[in-house]
Nanobody, 129 residues
Framework: QVQLVESGGGSVQAGGSLRLSCAVA????????LGWFRQAPGKEREGVAA????????YYGDSVKGRFSISQDNAKSTVYLQMNNLKPDDTALYYC??????????????????????WGQGTQVTVSS
């Protein structure tokens, strides 16, 4: 069982920065792929970034490459999403997600919501122009 609690959302002007945190409560933290997704009203849930626990490879959606960065602090069982140069289009509810165990072909599936077993409640990010 994995419990995820996001924090760090808020309102910011375009060009600003926010750092989201996701506290991961589980006895098997090191065996979980961790991802960030977002969903804006009327849109599908979109994969933003993810990190593999086995390779430390990171993955990013095209719309956030070069602006967002995913990282983790294993000692704190926390994964972060640093978001820089925010744009109004980044406005959404941001979710942390976890997928337990080894996943064949994760690199091609990291941004599929169905890949993940566990989800947080989300934290709102609002970017004004």
């Amino acid at each position: 069982q994995v419990q995820l609690v996001e924090s760090g959302g808020g309102s910011v002007q375009a060009g600003g920065s926010l750092r989201l945190s996701c506290a991961v409560a589980t006895s098997t933290y090191s065996n979980n792929y961790l991802g960030w997704f977002r969903q804006a009203p009327g849109k599908e849930r979109e994969g933003v970034a993810a990190i593999s626990p086995f390779t430390s490879n990171t993955y990013y959606g095209d719309s956030v490459k070069g602006r967002f960065s995913i990282s983790q602090d294993n000692a704190k069982s926390t994964v972060y999403l640093q978001m820089n140069n925010l744009k109004p289009d980044d406005t959404a509810l941001y979710y942390c997600a976890a997928a337990a165990g080894r996943i064949f072909g994760y690199a091609g599936r990291w941004n599929w919501p169905a890949t993940y077993n566990y989800w947080g409640q989300g934290t709102q990010v609002t970017v004004s122009s």
